[in-house]
């Protein structure tokens, strides 16, 4: 069992930054990767950010060059910076975990761009 705990969502101005992270605790060992989704009103959920164990990362052509997923393996715990913010970047963000077939999610964080 992987457990992940989200911090850092809130209410941002276009244009501006957020740092969301994701602390993993568990069966820390098992994960394969980690990521970030996201999900706004009516649309399905979508991938943001991926990491692997083998520091392969993919990104949403959406945040590509404005988002960076990166991790701290001491403190098991994954960041995604934000920057450049969008309305369009408003959603609830997931973490989530990879172990084998296994998908674990966190509670989800709301971010929302507005002024």
């Known amino acids: 069992q992987v457990q992940l705990v989200e911090s850092g969502g809130g209410l941002v101005q276009p244009g501006g930054s957020l740092r969301l992270s994701c602390a993993a605790s568990?069966?820390?060992?098992?994960?394969?990767?980690m990521g970030w989704y996201r999900q706004a009103p009516g649309k399905q959920r979508e991938l943001v950010a991926a990491i692997t164990s083998g520091g392969s990362i993919n990104y949403a052509d959406s945040v590509k060059g404005r988002f960076t997923i990166s991790r701290d393996n001491a403190k098991n715990t994954v960041y995604l910076q934000m920057n450049s913010l969008k309305p369009e970047d408003t959603a609830v963000y997931y973490c989530n975990a990879r172990s084998g077939q296994e998908d674990y999610w966190g509670q989800g964080t709301q971010v929302t761009v507005s002024s």
């Open positions: 568990g069966s820390i060992s098992s994960i394969n990767a």
